[in-house]
Structure formats: structure tokens, C-alpha cells
């Protein structure tokens, strides 16, 4: 298996401008999740899908962020508009049959 | 809520053992697992171990869980400079979805 795929692997982008991050899940997993990377805060989990229903999205910072799973195989997070605070690494992750997660490489954002 | 606690920093020489510990609050915390970030990557599964089992050993990696104290440790042992890394220690409740993460430990092995 080729493992969580996330895409782009680097976004560099100016302030105001919409981003799309990316995420294939490992097939047959049922739960995926978004995480947030910086050195101030550490890993912060964003929001989590079961079966492509979004379940917790607590942690998502703001109505800039938005997520979506529109079948098993796909999701995307979406920052409109974007701010320099927003730089960070995204990751993507998807759940195995006893509950482990499996990380993508992650998306480096860069918001100048 | 769930806390998970790690120290930030442990410097090992190469060759020697590392003992990573993780503490954590929850009581029904099923599954443990420890995670691997080098630079620039994501995190990777290194192990997990269930909390009905006190030890679990995989290669150079051996995982004690002292399920009363709530602790929770990963050693490596030989340990090589390709360990250098972030290691985080993450819980999950009996019927949950999501982890939850410590704060990491960064790994330097000295040569």
C-alpha cells in the first residue's frame, strides 16, 4: 500500500489567497483525520471524518477552515482566506483496525 | 479532559540505551502507541501495545506500561544516530476515534 498521500507536499502563498490541501487515506480505512503542526502549539488535531461524516470538528481554529470528505478515498481542507499565522505543517491521517493512525508526509504551508 | 505528559529533551550516546516516558491521566485508556517524526516527516507508527499487556518488545524497541502509575516508556536500545528524532507517546479511550498526543521528546544521540 502506498500509505496516506497528501498533496501539495509544499504551499507557499500570499495573505488573502484560498488554499486546498489534499489527502488520499489508505483504502479500507474508515476514519480520517487533519492535524495542525506548528512549534508554538504542537500537533492539533483539526477534525476527524467516520465513514465520511465529519464527527468532531471542535478544533477547527476558525470559519476559514473548512473540510470535506466527499467519498472514501478523498479529502481536502480548505483555508479562505488565508493569514500568515495559518503557516504550518498539515497533516493528514487515516485509522487502522486497532484505532492506530497512519500519517501522510504532510503539506507545509507557507502563508507570507 | 486526557493529558499526556512527556519531557522535551533526552541526549543519549550512540550505543547506548534510551528510555523515552510518557504519563498520561486517563483510566480507560485501551491502546497506547508511540510515534517517530524525523525532520521534515511525518509521524510514523512504531508500536503500540494494549493496556490489558505490561510489555510488548519489537527488535531494539521495548514498550513498559505500568498501567497502575499510569506510566508509559519506549526503549531503544544500541541506540543509533538514526534515532534521532521526535518521539510522541499517544492514548486512546475504550470507544474512541481520535488519540490523543503528547507534547514529543526530541531524541539526540551523540556519536
Known amino acids: 500500500d502506498a500509505g496516506v498521500i497528501q498533496s501539495p507536499r509544499h504551499e507557499v502563498t500570499e495573505m488573502g489567497q484560498e488554499v486546498t490541501l489534499r489527502c488520499k487515506p489508505i483504502s479500507g480505512h474508515n476514519s480520517l483525520f487533519w492535524y495542525r503542526q506548528t512549534m508554538m502549539r504542537g500537533l492539533e488535531l483539526l477534525i476527524y471524518?467516520?465513514?465520511?461524516?465529519?464527527?468532531?470538528d471542535s478544533g477547527m481554529p476558525e470559519d476559514r477552515f473548512s473540510a470535506k470528505m466527499p467519498n472514501a478515498s478523498f479529502s481536502t481542507l480548505k483555508i479562505q482566506p488565508s493569514e500568515p499565522r495559518d503557516s504550518a505543517v498539515y497533516f493528514c491521517?487515516?485509522?487502522?483496525?486497532?484505532?492506530?493512525?497512519?500519517f501522510g508526509p504532510g503539506t507545509r504551508l507557507t502563508v507570507t | 479532559g486526557e493529558d499526556v505528559e512527556q519531557s522535551l529533551f533526552l541526549s543519549v550516546r550512540e550505543g547506548d540505551s534510551s528510555v523515552i516516558n510518557c504519563t498520561y491521566t486517563?483510566?480507560?485508556?485501551?491502546?497506547l502507541y508511540w510515534y517517530k517524526q524525523e525532520p521534515g516527516a511525518g509521524l510514523q507508527l512504531l508500536t503500540y501495545?494494549?493496556?490489558?499487556?505490561d510489555m510488548k518488545q519489537d527488535q531494539r524497541l521495548t514498550v513498559l506500561l505500568n498501567k497502575k502509575d499510569k506510566h508509559l516508556s519506549l526503549r531503544i536500545a544500541d541506540t543509533q544516530t538514526g534515532d534521532s528524532a521526535i518521539y510522541f507517546c499517544a492514548e486512546r479511550s475504550t470507544g474512541a476515534n481520535n488519540l490523543f498526543f503528547g507534547t514529543g521528546t526530541r531524541l539526540t544521540v551523540i556519536p
Open positions: 491521517a487515516s485509522r487502522g483496525p486497532s484505532g492506530e493512525q497512519y
Open positions: 501495545i494494549f493496556s490489558n499487556m
Open positions: 486517563d483510566s480507560s485508556s485501551t491502546y
Open positions: 471524518f467516520n465513514n465520511n461524516v465529519p464527527i468532531d
